[in-house]
């Protein structure tokens, strides 16, 4: 009877100190094995349509007047005629389109914004230069539009 209590008590010693060098090789073994980077939700979620790139937009500046009262000065009316060009849907949140128009004595730095795939423009803008120049765009950034949507 001795010997099997002798073979209990060694066996109940045995599993915990099992137990306990078991438990400290997994807490200080913790750091080195990797742990898995967690996923965010968002992650796993296909994302949306992307914010268009300035390549994707061609913009043409259409001359409404012009009026030359000095032989080498001139003021053209215009206004920007937008074109999306890209491949992808446009965002669904706001953005801005920012551009420069060039032709005139100096570019003219200018933008508009993208609200529910409608572009809100500046009409009948004027800009001093040469008789007979020609106006181009070229379009220099495109920017989500931070803050509350403005009330129309």
Known sequence: MAIRRLLAALCIVGLLATGIGLTIFFLTQK???????????????????????????????EVTGQDCPAPDKCTFTYSVKPNYTGNHPLP?????????????FAPQSSSFT???????IFKDVLIDGPPGAQLSVNVTKVSAVAGPKPVS
């Open 31 to 61: 750091d080195s094995l990797g742990t898995p980077t967690p996923r965010t939700p968002s992650a796993l979620q296909p994302s949306g349509p992307s914010m268009p790139t300035p390549a994707e937009w061609k913009i043409a500046a």
């Open 92 to 104: 669904d949140n706001d953005f801005t389109v920012f551009y420069d128009v060039i032709g005139g």
């Open 114 to 120: 993208v609200s529910d795939g409608q572009a809100r």
